[in-house]
């Protein structure tokens, strides 16, 4: 039986608003788009968030099939959860929530998910989903049982609306770091979380709390990472900016997809994980940022498919209608 990449988190619909164009919906939660980022990558995808079984919801069921991604939570009767996405003249989204975050209890869903894929290879969270209660407890307790045959990566995505006690968010944020093997965050998280430190700082501090991988991802000025043998810069692709909407989800889907292709993920890889090389990491960080610039020259969250991420990275062998 196939191995499966799980992802448990929130999906919601995006209302995007801007001066310049009328309000549209698309399907998005970082937990989602990562999801969907890592099916258009060709990777076996399974997802566990809550929908409601309004309007939303069943956008959301459509985009999931489409994806051939395998959702493991039916609909609920509870309003599908939405942000409202605002875009400044550079393309910069800031957002609002109306969101419910309820699920099964950890054994049920983990039962759930295992019935459903046989064997899970890699499991992500992050963002909303690991913070707000009370699905946050679930979600923690159910990667602390699932790192026993799974590596796992983490997004904070840090929102100081949702939680405006940056000390709790901290502690939430640290002992999630402690469970995962992949961390990935942006400036903004870090500087949200940690002003009075440099990001090179916290990078380090999250590496001695146990991951083999920290990336940061800088906007226009690129990402970075930090790996026990060392650290690694990449400049941004250019690109003709729509928005930035689901551009470092897309990161994240690409920096999974490129570490399963050199074959580290999975708990008994975990070793190997924690030895990754400087040129491995550099091949990671050059992938991602090519899937994040792509995205970034599309409407929302659109991550590029394999072919497409190919042809942009130079193989020849790729071809995109």
């Given at each position: 039986?196939?191995?499966?990449?799980?992802?448990?988190?929130?999906?919601?619909?995006?209302?995007?608003?801007?001066?310049?164009?009328?309000?549209?919906?698309?399907?998005?939660?970082?937990?989602?788009?990562?999801?969907?980022?890592?099916?258009?990558?060709?990777?076996?995808?399974?997802?566990?968030?809550r929908r409601g079984s309004d309007d939303?919801?069943?956008?959301?069921?459509?985009?999931?099939?489409?994806?051939?991604?395998?959702?493991?939570?039916?609909?609920?009767?509870l309003p599908t959860s939405v942000a409202?996405a605002t875009l400044d003249p550079t393309?910069?989204?800031?957002?609002?929530?109306?969101?419910?975050?309820?699920?099964?209890?950890?054994?049920?869903?983990?039962?759930?998910?295992?019935?459903?894929?046989?064997?899970?290879?890699?499991?992500?969270?992050?963002?909303?989903?690991?913070?707000?209660?009370?699905?946050?407890?679930?979600?923690?307790?159910?990667?602390?049982?699932?790192?026993?045959?799974?590596?796992?990566?983490?997004?904070?995505?840090?929102?100081?609306?949702?939680?405006?006690?940056?000390?709790?968010?901290?502690?939430?944020?640290?002992?999630?770091?402690?469970?995962?093997?992949?961390?990935?965050?942006?400036?903004?998280?870090?500087?949200?979380?940690?002003?009075?430190?440099?990001?090179?700082?916290?990078?380090?501090?999250?590496?001695?709390?146990?991951?083999?991988?920290?990336?940061?991802?800088?906007?226009?000025?690129?990402?970075?990472?930090?790996?026990?043998?060392?650290?690694?810069?990449?400049?941004?692709?250019?690109?003709?900016?729509?928005?930035?909407?689901?551009?470092?989800?897309?990161?994240?889907?690409?920096?999974?997809?490129?570490?399963?292709?050199?074959?580290?993920?999975?708990?008994?890889?975990?070793?190997?994980?924690?030895?990754?090389?400087?040129?491995?990491?550099?091949?990671?960080?050059?992938?991602?940022?090519?899937?994040?610039?792509?995205?970034?020259?599309?409407?929302?969250?659109?991550?590029?498919?394999?072919?497409?991420?190919?042809?942009?990275?130079?193989?020849?062998?790729?071809?995109?209608?």
């Open positions: 039986m196939k191995s499966h990449l799980a992802v448990i988190g929130e999906c919601l619909v995006d209302v995007v608003e801007s001066e310049t164009s009328a309000p549209t919906a698309h399907v998005g939660g970082s937990p989602l788009n990562v999801a969907v980022g890592l099916a258009r990558l060709d990777h076996p995808v399974v997802f566990a968030g939303y919801g069943r956008l959301i069921a459509r985009t999931l099939r489409a994806q051939g991604i395998t959702a493991v939570l039916d609909a609920d009767d409202t393309g910069q989204a800031s957002y609002e929530f109306s969101l419910d975050w309820t699920l099964p209890a950890a054994e049920e869903l983990t039962a759930t998910l295992s019935q459903a894929t046989g064997t899970i290879e890699h499991v992500h969270s992050g963002s909303l989903a690991t913070l707000i209660e009370p699905g946050a407890s679930v979600v923690k307790t159910m990667l602390e049982g699932l790192r026993e045959s799974a590596t796992i990566s983490y997004d904070p995505n840090y929102r100081p609306t949702l939680v405006p006690n940056r000390e709790e968010a901290r502690t939430r944020v640290e002992e999630l770091v402690g469970l995962a093997d992949v961390i990935q965050a942006s400036t903004d998280d870090l500087e949200l979380l940690y002003p009075e430190r440099p990001i090179t700082e916290t990078m380090q501090a999250w590496l001695q709390l146990g991951p083999a991988l920290v990336t940061v991802t800088r906007g226009a000025s690129g990402a970075m990472a930090l790996a026990r043998s060392g650290f690694a810069e990449q400049n941004a692709f250019p690109a003709d900016v729509a928005d930035t909407v689901g551009a470092g989800d897309s990161f994240m889907a690409a920096t999974l997809s490129t570490l399963r292709q050199q074959g580290v993920l999975g708990a008994e890889n975990r070793q190997a994980l924690q030895a990754i090389t400087e040129h491995d990491v550099a091949q990671v960080l050059h992938t991602a940022a090519q899937a994040a610039a792509i995205t970034s020259s599309r409407f929302g969250a659109q991550p590029p498919t394999g072919q497409e991420l190919s042809a942009a990275l130079g193989d020849p062998s790729a071809t995109v209608a």
